[in-house]
């Protein structure tokens, strides 16, 4: 995530010039912002998330995608939970697997059950049916991830080669 972690760096940097040097000019924000906006909008939220600058609708955006995704599974190997409604199901799913990627730790099933406002699902059930579905979107959100980072740096070569 270094691409990441260097937009994290040029958050607060201005342009300075280093005058009389033949210097380039510093990444400012401007340069940042054009890293951010080569990416696709989903991508763009999530590097919010990642950064701690979301927005309740940046948020629901990478929510939506990953349930989306979670219920297009779903369907398509003919997995669909008794008694719940697929969309809701999902999209609880896919706020633990955002949760989990966001704020790693080792969480019991209980917890992650609260951070999904999952109730009464058994334990075992869960694990045996629908665990799967969490580490599939855990893993689609680390794909993004390892993309973001790529794109940046795409980017910035870019940046680097126009000089």
């Known amino acids: 995530m270094k691409n990441i972690d260097w937009l994290a760096k040029t958050l ?18 401007m340069d940042r912002a054009g890293a951010e906006a080569s990416l696709e909008e989903v991508h763009q939220d999530l590097v919010d998330l ?5 927005t309740e609708g940046g948020k629901s955006r990478v929510l939506d995608d990953l349930s989306s995704r979670a219920v297009h599974r779903c369907v398509g190997g003919k997995r669909v939970p008794k008694n719940r409604v697929i969309g809701d199901w999902c999209f609880a799913i896919a706020k633990m697997a955002l949760h989990r990627i966001l704020h790693p730790a080792d969480y019991s099933l209980r917890e992650r059950f609260d951070i999904g406002s999952i109730t009464g699902v058994d334990h075992t059930n869960y694990v045996k049916r629908w665990e799967w579905l969490e580490l599939e979107l855990m893993d689609t959100l680390g794909d993004w991830i390892m993309r973001i980072d790529f794109e940046i740096g795409e980017y910035r070569k870019s940046m680097q080669e126009a000089v």
């Open 50 to 54: 990642l950064l701690g600058r979301a």
């Open 12 to 29: 607060h940097k201005t342009q300075s010039y280093a005058i009389g040097t033949g210097g380039m000019p510093e990444v400012d924000w």
